[in-house]
């Protein structure tokens, strides 16, 4: 069975800060995704990115960047700087190659506060 | 391009009742997907259809089924509610053809309070 932790529940940073957002994933599959998305209060998942199994390499984009280290089965994701509007629930997710999105599983998500 | 709509934003029913809740995906994506958000469980899936077939389903009760039309629209219902069912639906599209795998769109959702 897929499984996706995220052992930080709660995370407070202020303003311009680096943060990480850990996440760790069991899978039986050789082939899968992982995804971050953000819920802002509105209620909409975002979707931040998609990374497939094959590919190790880290990304960064913009004040954004995510780790996926294979060996360690975690793909962690750091912001730079941090904002105020960074403030959100992030959720780290898993969902197996076949079948496209067909089911995604998620952590229990990270709330994260940035305080000016 | 409109996102995905998810119709009506917020719901109170009674105990007992039934209730459909309905998703309009992007225009072109032909996969729905709902999940089910409760602060004890977190986010769950309940299940994705296809060019109107299921072709997944999570592990919920059959009081939760689902359907979708010809036009991607797809509805979810749900019998004799519980107050356990009190919780945010999120719908999700995606291109979903099964072969490449596309990113997946969330609508807002409709928050749903059982009394």
């Known amino acids: 069975a897929q499984k996706v932790t995220q052992a930080q529940t709660e995370i407070s940073v202020v303003e311009k800060e680096d943060v990480t957002l850990d996440c760790v994933y069991e899978?039986?599959?050789?082939?899968?995704?992982l995804f971050w998305y953000k819920q802002p209060p509105s209620g909409e998942l975002v979707f931040l990115i998609r990374?497939?199994?094959?590919?190790?390499q880290n990304e960064i984009s913009g004040r954004y960047s995510w780790n996926f280290q294979k060996s360690t089965s975690s793909f962690n994701f750091t912001i730079t700087a941090s904002q105020v509007v960074d403030s959100a629930v992030y959720f780290c997710?898993?969902?197996?190659?076949?079948?496209?999105?067909?089911?995604?599983?998620f952590g229990k998500g990270i709330t994260l506060s940035v305080r000016p | 391009k409109a996102g995905v709509t998810q119709t009506p934003r917020y719901l109170i029913k009674t105990r007992g009742q039934q209730v459909t809740l309905s998703c309009s995906p992007i225009s072109g994506h032909r996969s729905v997907s709902w999940y089910q958000q409760t602060p004890g469980q977190g986010l769950q899936f309940l299940f994705e259809?296809?060019?109107?077939?299921?072709?997944n389903k999570g592990n919920f009760p059959g009081r939760f089924s689902g359907r979708q039309f010809s036009n991607s629209r797809s509805e979810m219902n749900v019998s004799t509610l519980e107050l356990g069912d009190s919780a945010l639906y999120l719908c999700?599209?995606?291109?979903?053809?099964?072969?490449?795998?596309?990113?997946?769109?969330f609508g807002q959702g409709t928050r749903l309070t059982v009394v």
């Open positions: 259809y296809f060019s109107e077939t299921q072709r």
């Open positions: 899978t039986r599959d050789t082939t899968y995704y």
């Open positions: 990374r497939n199994s094959f590919d190790e």
């Open positions: 999700a599209s995606s291109l979903g053809d099964g072969v490449l795998y596309t990113e997946a769109f």
């Open positions: 997710a898993l969902s197996e190659a076949r079948g496209a999105n067909s089911k995604l599983t």
